[in-house]
Every structure is written in structure tokens, then in C-alpha cells.
């Protein structure tokens, strides 16, 4: 009889499934392990006497992801099925170590112990490392160091680590440079490893900071209650035990911070002490690579709960730690949760790059990143990282400035190319479907199954046509005008100025930054039940932001807090939207709603929309960012 374990996994990404299959080999288990986009299936002889062990090595060291979902097994009469797995050259990746991995970086005995470049072919930052494809290790930086013997034998013998590009020890592996007032010194070996980080630990403590070049780019580390960042800060969580007591999560938020994508979470701060620190709210991070583990195992002794860093930061410290390897990072990715819902608003790392079972004949070029057709399916990732490719047309997002050619050049919007993105995802794009997008304004898409037509285009806002918008709108508004500027002179003169609705918005509920982002957070503060109806008329079928601002000045005016006006206006952009969309899927009989676009991922938004559309359903992306990138995917469709 065979015994069947399936997995929810909804990305195409490898590492889960090859570890899998890695953690077979090595306990001797007779196993199949099938990928598809749905789930991860691993099938295998219930007679097989390794197989009850393999599984519980299954359940003690499998990572977890954000891409993961339930499991299941079942026991099935007959013949155990054997499936091909189709093996697929190696995509470099930008994730945690795994369990396997940091157990070496922690063990005495190992010849990796402290060692900050540890990873394997499952886990690990790969991506800094890499220039160009394929992923061997002469395309790598890595090329400038020979593997020591004991590495060239694991790299023939060791499921995990077969030919794995950037294997390495410390017998062959990248010496690190740490200096500070007393001079210059290199870690080479597992004692001056660990000395580094106690080093290193030790003077955070002391309230100094600390420049660490990490696998994932430059970081700033410093107490954050002694000393303010010039940028924004996270905090890394070093004790998980103190986790509620720092901040506020939820299950799945908590869940997701852990996993081995390690994103970034916005949180609130839970201990008021911490509020000048960080704010009322701040990104959230879990240690996730070599140099922040170690640094985190090293504060965590000397009673450290948590340290902020500053990233992408170059600027002065007490002590820097840096090494000889010009490594290109990605932008660290951002996950927004809501109960089930695992959504990544933002970033490259650990989404990118990434490659679907997809053919196409073309090329599609949008923010920096191309996805290029192969004899595998379609890649995306940067630009840079692709020489050349043979395609029927390029694909440009408009507006995109490229020094690239093609015969047939088609131009494309980031709202079609995102709406289909999620049908493509979910393999529905030749079906009818109402999407949305929501960047600065909503805009709503028809898909017929074949093209793309503006249901409800965006009415451009223009800041200079602002006073004389809102003056126009009814008999009184002139009134409203005069009245807020005398009431509010210095935000008036900022108001007029604003770049996009939402920093209109945010100035007018008089939030100190204004933006999207300070909105957002402004409305996470509000714990009241429910919120203003903000006025969202129509104008020639479009929303009319010239309306909206006017009726957040009139609250204003009411007197009503900056908390309830910032949660207001997402709560009735979410009715908007939903009525929006029941009104086009009526008139137009679409089967399936779709909503992309990053103000997707502010949750009065978001849970407005959800329980609005809680009987019909939604689709978003699974695997990719809602926002920027995903039109790539989207392109190959159009």
C-alpha cells in the first residue's frame, strides 16, 4: 500500500521540496516527491522500514514557509505510483538557513561552526552571491575560492550539499574584516568567528554602534532606546519567549515571522517604554542570515530580547564587520497577514527570482526585472542577470526607460498586466473577471478572457487644481475652503502642495508625515467599531478625489481625530470598491473578482473588502508581490 503526505504550497519556488527530498536520501527513504502549484506530494512505500523515521525527521526539521498551508496523508490499496520528478537547473535563493544548517553554525564539533556563510542547497543567501545564470559556482563570487578537500567531498557525497555553488568552510571560506578605535583584525577560523560576535554584541550593549555588512546588505545595529536611526528602524526579535511583550500579533502574523521567507511585518509595540524607540508601530524581523543568527545568539546571553538595525545604511559606527565580496542584495520583502491571507506587498527577496511552467514567445521588461522565456518555462527576474534571449516581442511598461529593441515593441499598463497576473496564478485567465488595482487611486479592469478593457478608469488628481476642484463641487464648498484655511492655515499651505490623494488625505487629518504609510498606520491606531462615511461621489463613472478631500476637510472641521479619519477613509474606499465591483460583475456577468495593488495590504482596507465580499469570493497573487512585479507575469498574457 502506498503512503501519500501532501502539503499546501501555492509558489513554484524549490527549497521546500528539495529539502524534502535531500532529508529522503539521507534516511534512506524510498520516496517520490511531486510538485505542482497547488501542493507539495510525497509518496512512498508504507513497508518501507525508513519511512516511519523519515517522516518524523519530516516533522522535526522541514522548514516552514509563507507559501505553506495544510497537510494531510491518506494510506491508498494497490502499488505505490513512482513519479518522475522533473529535475530543473537551480534558481539561487535569498532565505534563511535551515534547521540543518544553524544546528552547524552552533555546534562546537562543526567545521562550520560560527561560521556566517553557511547554507546548502535548500536555504541560505545564494542570490547576493550570484552574477549571472546558470547557478554554478563559476557564475558566483564564490569562484574566487577553491573548496578545501573535506567541502569537494561533501559536495559529491552529501544529499544537502550536492553540488552546491557556494560551498565553503572555514578552511576555504571568506575571511571577515572587524575594526574599530583599537585597529583592524580578521576572523578567520571558529574561535576569532565567535570572538567577532561577542565582541560585536558586547559593545551594542554598551549603547555603540555596530556595521555589519550581512549576507542581505549593510545594516546598522544599535540599542535603539540610547540611540535614534537618520532612517526608518526595525526591530529583530532575539528571544521569540519575550515576542508578546514587544509586540502585537496575531497567530499568523507570529507564524509567518518565523518562517524561513523571514519577512518583514508591520507591527504595533505592545511595551509602551519602547514608543520613543520605534514609534507606536515598527517593522518586525526574525534573524534571518548568518551574521544576524550568530549576533542574535550572542545578545540573546547577555539578556537581549531585541536590537534595531537601520537598513541599507553606510554611515558612521563604533565598530564595523565587513568582508571582501562585492554582493548584490535584494530589497527585503514585506508580508501583510489577515487570518488566512498571506499577502507580500513588496520586495524581491525570497519571492525572486522565480520561474513558472509557462510558455511564451515573448519578453516582458518592467521595474528593472524581465521575464524570459527558456526551455523550462518563463523566469523572472533583474535585468542584469540575463544576457540575451530569442522572443516573438518585448513588452515595455509604459513609461519604462530601457536601452532595449525589438521589432514589435508593445507598451503595457501596471494595472492589466497586475489583474492578469492573478488570473495567470490561478489559471483562470481565460475566463471573465472584474479586477481591481489600488496603488494612489482604484482602478477597475474588465477582462473578457481574451483583453483588458478600463471599466472605471482613475481620475488624475493634480494638486494645483485642488482649491478650485473642491470650490466647484456644490453650492457651499467655496465656504469649506475659506473655512478650513482660517482654521487651519499651515496645513493649507501644505495641502495645496501634495503630491497624490493619500498625502492629501494625510495632511488634512493632520498626521506630521504625510503619505501612504502614515495613513496606514494612523488608521491601525483607531479602536472604535466603525468609521465615518466619506463622501466618494461619482464623476463621469469615476471616483471623484476632489469630493473625497472635501469631505475629510468637513470632518476635520467637525472636529474628528486623525485616528478615526485615517481608518475612515480606508473603510469607505473598501464599500466603494465593493459596490464598484458588484455593480460591473452584474452588468457585465464576470465570473471572478480580482484585487491587486499594495493598498491591498492595509487591513481596514483589506477586512472591509473581505467581509463585503465574503459570498462571492476574491483572488489575489499567491506567489508574487500584489504590486510592481506581478504586471511582469501578467505581460506574458496580454
Do not use: W
Not at 196 to 224: H, N, W
Request: negative net charge; aromatic residues 10%.
Amino acid at each position: 500500500m502506498a503512503f501519500l503526505f501532501e502539503i499546501e504550497y501555492g509558489a513554484p519556488h524549490g527549497y521546500i521540496s528539495d529539502f524534502a527530498e535531500a532529508l529522503a536520501a539521507s534516511e534512506g527513504a524510498d520516496v517520490s516527491i511531486m510538485q505542482n502549484g497547488a501542493a507539495i506530494t510525497i509518496i512512498g512505500d508504507e513497508r518501507d522500514p525508513n519511512l516511519a523515521r523519515y517522516l518524523e525527521r519530516v516533522a522535526e526539521m522541514l522548514p516552514a514557509s509563507c507559501f505553506m498551508g495544510a497537510s494531510s496523508h491518506r494510506i491508498t490499496e494497490g502499488g505505490v505510483p513512482r513519479l518522475k520528478k522533473e529535475r530543473k537547473s537551480r534558481l539561487p535563493h535569498s532565505i534563511a538557513p535551515c534547521i540543518k544548517c544553524t544546528k552547524e553554525m552552533f555546534d562546537p564539533s562543526s567545521r562550520r561552526y560560527y561560521y556566517p556563510f553557511t547554507g546548502c542547497n535548500c536555504c541560505g543567501a545564494q542570490y547576493p552571491f550570484f552574477e549571472e545564470y546558470p547557478f554554478v559556482r563559476r557564475n558566483t563570487l564564490m569562484s574566487f575560492f577553491e573548496p578545501c578537500e573535506e567541502c569537494k567531498n561533501e559536495s559529491r557525497t552529501d544529499p544537502f550539499r550536492l553540488d552546491y555553488p557556494l560551498i565553503s568552510c572555514h578552511e576555504c571560506g571568506i575571511p571577515v574584516r572587524f575594526s574599530d578605535k583599537r585597529g583592524e583584525r580578521y576572523a578567520n577560523d571558529p574561535e576569532s568567528f565567535k570572538r567577532l560576535f561577542e565582541v560585536a554584541a558586547a559593545a551594542l550593549c554598551e549603547g555603540k554602534k555596530v556595521r555589519i555588512k550581512t549576507l542581505f546588505g549593510d545594516r546598522i545595529f544599535y540599542d535603539a532606546k540610547i540611540r535614534d536611526a537618520e532612517g526608518e528602524n526595525v526591530m529583530m526579535v532575539t528571544d521569540a519567549s519575550k515576542l508578546d511583550s514587544l509586540c502585537l500579533l496575531t497567530k499568523e502574523e507570529r507564524e509567518a515571522l518565523f518562517c524561513i521567507e523571514r519577512p518583514l511585518i508591520r507591527a504595533a509595540v505592545a511595551d509602551e517604554s519602547l514608543y520613543g524607540a520605534y514609534g507606536k508601530f515598527t517593522s518586525l524581523k526574525y534573524p534571518d542570515e548568518g551574521f544576524s543568527i550568530l549576533l542574535a545568539k550572542e545578545l540573546l546571553g547577555l539578556g537581549r530580547s531585541h536590537i534595531a538595525y537601520e537598513p541599507g545604511a553606510a554611515g558612521a559606527a563604533d565598530m564595523v564587520i565587513d568582508f571582501d565580496l562585492a554582493i548584490e542584495p535584494q530589497r527585503d520583502s514585506r508580508l501583510f497577514v489577515d487570518k488566512s491571507a498571506r499577502l507580500f506587498v513588496e520586495g524581491e527577496r525570497s519571492l525572486f527570482p522565480i520561474r513558472f511552467d509557462r510558455r511564451s514567445d515573448r519578453i516582458a521588461v518592467a521595474h528593472d526585472m524581465a521575464a524570459v522565456p527558456d526551455r523550462e518555462g518563463v523566469l523572472i527576474d533583474r535585468v542584469e542577470k540575463f544576457e540575451s534571449a530569442e522572443a516573438s516581442a518585448l513588452f515595455l511598461l509604459e513609461n519604462e526607460d530601457v536601452d532595449m529593441h525589438h521589432s514589435r515593441t508593445v507598451r503595457f499598463s501596471q494595472e492589466s498586466g497586475s489583474v492578469l497576473s492573478v488570473l495567470l496564478e490561478h489559471g483562470l485567465q481565460n475566463e471573465s473577471a472584474i479586477g481591481v488595482y489600488f496603488d494612489e487611486e482604484p482602478t477597475f479592469i474588465y477582462h473578457d478572457g481574451r483583453k483588458q478593457i478600463t471599466a472605471v478608469p482613475p481620475m488624475e488628481f493634480d494638486s494645483a487644481k485642488l482649491k478650485s476642484g473642491i470650490e466647484a463641487l456644490r453650492e457651499g464648498s467655496q465656504r469649506l475652503v475659506k473655512n478650513f484655511t482660517e482654521r487651519f492655515p499651515e496645513i493649507s499651505e501644505t495641502l495645496f502642495e501634495s503630491a497624490d490623494i493619500f498625502e492629501a488625505a494625510a495632511v488634512i487629518a493632520g498626521l506630521p508625515e504625510p503619505g501612504f504609510k502614515s495613513l496606514c498606520e494612523e488608521s491601525l491606531k483607531f479602536g472604535g467599531r466603525g468609521g465615518l462615511k466619506i463622501d466618494m461621489r461619482l464623476k463621469d463613472s469615476r471616483f471623484d478625489p476632489y469630493a473625497f478631500l472635501a469631505g475629510l476637510m468637513s470632518y476635520r472641521l467637525g472636529g474628528a481625530e486623525s485616528e478615526l479619519l485615517a481608518y475612515s477613509i480606508f473603510e469607505s474606499f473598501g464599500d466603494y470598491i465593493s459596490e464598484t465591483v458588484g455593480e460591473l460583475k452584474s452588468r457585465s456577468k464576470a465570473k471572478h473578482t480580482v484585487l491587486c495593488g499594495k493598498a491591498f495590504g492595509n487591513r481596514p482596507l483589506f477586512g472591509r473588502v473581505r467581509k463585503n465580499l465574503a459570498r462571492e469570493g476574491f483572488l489575489m497573487n499567491r506567489a508574487l508581490p500584489i504590486d510592481r512585479e506581478n504586471a511582469l507575469f501578467g505581460a506574458l498574457a496580454l
